[in-house]
Nanobody, 120 residues
Framework: QVQLVESGGGLVQPGGSLRLSCAASGSIGSSNVMGWYRQAPGKQRDLVATITSGGSTNYADSVKGRFTISRDNAKNTVHLLMNSLKPEDTAVYYC??????????????WGKGTLVTVSA
């Protein structure tokens, strides 16, 4: 069983910064993709950023140049540094890990989410 525990959310003023962290435990293997998704009230859950076990990254257009995703494979952790935050970044942020299995199969696991509120 894989478990993800997020930390680092909170209230921040527009233009400020926050760093989210997520620690994974359990059988995540050596081939996986870790990432962050967010869900604002009344909206669907959207991709924010992902990073492969090899370090390749992918960002939503709305956060490019402001957010940076990183990971520590030795500690099974992923981080999201969020700079120049805007009110529209307000959402519950969810940590995700996609664990690849045999024959192109995979399993997705989710954290419980951490709330980020950007407001003056």
């Amino acid at each position: 069983q894989v478990q993800l525990v997020e930390s680092g959310g909170g209230l921040v003023q527009p233009g400020g910064s926050l760093r989210l962290s997520c620690a994974a435990s359990g059988s995540i293997g050596s081939s996986n993709v870790m990432g962050w998704y967010r869900q604002a009230p009344g909206k669907q859950r959207d991709l924010v950023a992902t990073i492969t076990s090899g370090g390749s990254t992918n960002y939503a257009d709305s956060v490019k140049g402001r957010f940076t995703i990183s990971r520590d494979n030795a500690k099974n952790t992923v981080h999201l540094l969020m700079n120049s935050l805007k009110p529209e970044d307000t959402a519950v942020y969810y940590c995700n890990i996609r664990v690849f299995l045999l024959r192109d199969a995979f399993m997705d696991y989710w954290g419980k989410g951490t709330l980020v509120t950007v407001s003056a």
